[in-house]
């Protein structure tokens, strides 16, 4: 099977997304409460047993992996397309329980750009990186199909996960991010309740909401994924696209949309990842809500790796684990990022349990890790592109 190279994935040109929106705040409110204008909920604090693992994980954890990460230096390196404020609490609690671990760093790349930046490093056999994280589900199937990219490894908390814990071979769900329809309160008619309503919404104001709805451009792995995915897991998805499109405008980044939306330059905006939405709307004072589409919500996994050279290979052993354990999950849900993990609740907490809960599990569209033929990316998206002008190039 021949995967996509020329428009999509590791080897096309990305564009850079602007930078986020300062958001200030960690907690999350409850869906429920977006909007309302209330303070953001707190949540609870996260309870860390430092220096300790579950008796499940095997007896020569504590030499291979713990005792082998002190003698590492207390360092990690990430590469990754997740925001400053989604990964605070991540690495404040891993710090908290591994307390050698002084340094923690993560840059904010593009989600294509990851895999780009990490393979033209190991091309040259000199690459810093110890973990990849990127929910490009496209250009990570391409990045794992290669020889010497991943170092193999299999968490002991792999038995306690749902099946789609793995993504491919090496290869972790640390969130299962949903893409939402965002919406600002003050300017739109009404709430939308899906895709379809939305375009039911636009028809009914067609001056009004003329090119003031946003759609994620597909150009990258990740917005082709988000796009994708509603068309070939929804039966009627097509149909409703091609209603709503036409009043539509492309942003290459989730932060963009809703930077535009609480602005005002667009009324609503479909396709956008909950990562970055949700920290917008508790600092929005109910000026922006965000809903999960009734008729298919996506969720996008956020793939995490051991990079092949990891130059901290047992304390980036050990962070995977932490990510996937229950003390790492309430931390990704703290930090704006859903967590999928059985028994994370609380105020303040985004989960996969919430989506389905919201929505049904039948309207619950898992968008896999797959790389797509050259042929079939081609005609999907000139099938999107007759309906939508592409995102202009960010500077």
Not at 230 to 251: H, K
């Amino acid at each position: 099977m021949q995967s996509s190279t020329s428009r999509l994935g590791t080897r096309s040109p990305v564009r850079r997304h602007l930078a986020l929106a300062a958001v200030g705040a960690f907690a999350m409110a409850s869906l429920v409460a977006c909007g309302s204008g209330e303070a953001a909920v707190e949540p609870k604090e996260n309870k860390i047993s430092v220096e300790e693992v579950p008796d499940y994980y095997p007896d020569s954890y504590a030499e291979d992996v713990v005792a082998a990460s002190k003698k590492e230096g207390g360092e990690l390196t990430i590469y990754s397309n997740t925001s400053e404020e989604n990964w605070a609490p991540i690495f404040r609690d891993f710090k908290k329980k591994f307390p050698w671990v002084e340094k923690v760093s993560a840059n904010d790349l593009d989600s294509d750009e990851v895999f780009q930046r990490v393979l033209a490093e190991q091309a040259t056999g000199s690459s810093p990186v110890d973990l990849v994280v990127s929910n490009a589900s496209v250009a990570w199937a391409d990045f794992a199909e290669r020889e010497g990219t991943l170092q193999a490894y299999e968490s002991p908390e792999l038995a306690k996960l749902p099946d789609f814990a793995q993504l491919l071979p090496d290869v972790y769900a640390m969130s299962t991010d949903p893409q939402t329809i965002a919406y600002n309160t003050e300017l739109m008619p009404e709430a939308p309740t899906g895709v379809a309503d939305l375009a039911d919404i636009a028809e009914e104001n067609k001056d009004l909401l003329q090119d003031k709805i946003t759609v994620r451009d597909p150009e990258s792995s990740f917005g082709f994924t988000v796009t994708r995915n509603f068309t070939e897991a929804n039966p009627d998805g097509w149909s409703d696209l091609e209603q709503v499109l036409p009043y539509t405008r492309a942003e290459t980044s989730s932060g963009t949309q809703m930077e535009k939306i609480l602005s005002g330059e667009y009324l609503a905006g479909f396709f956008v990842s909950g990562g970055p939405a949700f920290p917008v709307v508790d600092d929005s004072q109910g000026l922006v809500e965000v809903i999960y589409p009734e008729d298919g919500t996506t969720i996008l996994p956020r793939g995490v790796g051991i990079a092949a050279d990891a130059p901290h290979a047992a304390t980036s052993k050990l962070f995977v684990d932490f990510l996937l354990s229950d003390e790492g999950q309430r931390a990704v849900a703290e930090g704006g990022l859903s967590s999928y993990r059985d028994g994370i609740e609380g105020p303040g907490l985004h989960t996969y349990q919430e989506v389905v809960e919201a929505v049904g599990e039948e309207n619950v569209l898992f968008a896999p890790y797959e790389t797509v033929p050259k042929d079939e990316v081609d005609a999907w998206l000139d099938k999107f592109y007759s309906y939508v002008e592409p995102a202009p190039e960010e500077e």
